[in-house]
């Protein structure tokens, strides 16, 4: 049974639930959807679509405050938005890992 134009309802075996799925997607059917909201330090994010990333962001990741950025490396990330920069922020050469000491 159609609830909307090209949007159905069908019972996901995993849950019991039913859950919407739109079988064939149009510009029409998403035009009026939300964008992804990001998130602040005081409130909550809003799902929604993600924003397109622009041109030379292919290697970056989508984070939550709905931006597209370069990871530091003191947060896990690579501090570098190309593989090659990666490399050199983690200490890794053409040959192989270079030799890194930590101290406390």
Known sequence: MAIRKGI???RNTATG????????????QVADLDKLTGA?????????????????SQNLPLCGDAKYKVL?????????ATPE??????GIDSIG???????E
């Open 17 to 28: 639930e039913k859950d919407e799925v739109m079988l064939k997607t149009t510009i029409e």
């Open 97 to 103: 890992v270079t030799m890194i000491t930590y101290t």
């Open 85 to 90: 920069a990666a490399r050199k922020n983690l």
């Open 40 to 56: 602040t330090a005081n409130a909550a994010g809003v799902w929604g679509l993600a924003p397109a990333p622009a041109k030379g």
């Open 8 to 10: 159905f309802k069908v």
């Open 72 to 80: 530091p490396v003191e947060g896990g990330g690579t501090g570098a």
